[in-house]
C-alpha cells in the first residue's frame, strides 16, 4: 500500500506562482511514476506531469510546459510541482497519483493510488 498527501494549493492572482507537494508513505520502493493531475468543476480529470522514480524523466501535457516543473526528493519520498505564471484556467482540484508499472503514464486508469487533491485557485 502507498500513501499520498498533498499540500500548497491555494488562492493565488494571475501570474503568480504555487508549489506543490505530495509525499509519499508505505511501499514507495515500488513506485515507477508518479503524477499529477488536476480537475476542474465540470471537467474530467487531466494529466498535467509525470515523473520516473528512478531516472527522473518527466513528461508534461502541453498547455503547461514551459510554465510548471516537476521534480522529486526520493530521499524525503515527495515529488514536488512548481506552478509559474499561473492563468485563471489552471484552477482545478490538483491530484498527486503515483503507478506501480511503467506505461505511458497520461492516463488516471495507468494509476493505483491518489492522495485526496488540492485546491488551486487562480484569480484574473
Known amino acids: 500500500q502507498v500513501q499520498l498527501v498533498e499540500s500548497g494549493g491555494g488562492l493565488v492572482q494571475a501570474g503568480g506562482s504555487l508549489r506543490l507537494s505530495c509525499v509519499a508513505s508505505?511501499?514507495?520502493?515500488?513506485?515507477?511514476?508518479t503524477a499529477w493531475f488536476r480537475q476542474a468543476p465540470g471537467k474530467e480529470r487531466e494529466f498535467v506531469a509525470h515523473?520516473?522514480?528512478?531516472?527522473?524523466?518527466?513528461y508534461y501535457t502541453d498547455s503547461v510546459k514551459g510554465r510548471f516543473t516537476i521534480s522529486r526528493d526520493n530521499a524525503k519520498n515527495t515529488v514536488y510541482l512548481q506552478m509559474s505564471s499561473l492563468k485563471p484556467e489552471d484552477t482545478a482540484v490538483y491530484y498527486c497519483?503515483?503507478?506501480?508499472?511503467?506505461?505511458?503514464?497520461?492516463?488516471?486508469?495507468?494509476?493505483?493510488?491518489w492522495g485526496q487533491g488540492t485546491q488551486v485557485t487562480v484569480s484574473s
Open positions: 497519483a503515483a503507478a506501480l508499472n511503467s506505461r505511458l503514464g497520461v492516463s488516471p486508469g495507468e494509476y493505483n493510488y
Open positions: 508505505g511501499r514507495t520502493v515500488s513506485i515507477i511514476t
Open positions: 515523473i520516473r522514480r528512478t531516472t527522473g524523466n518527466t
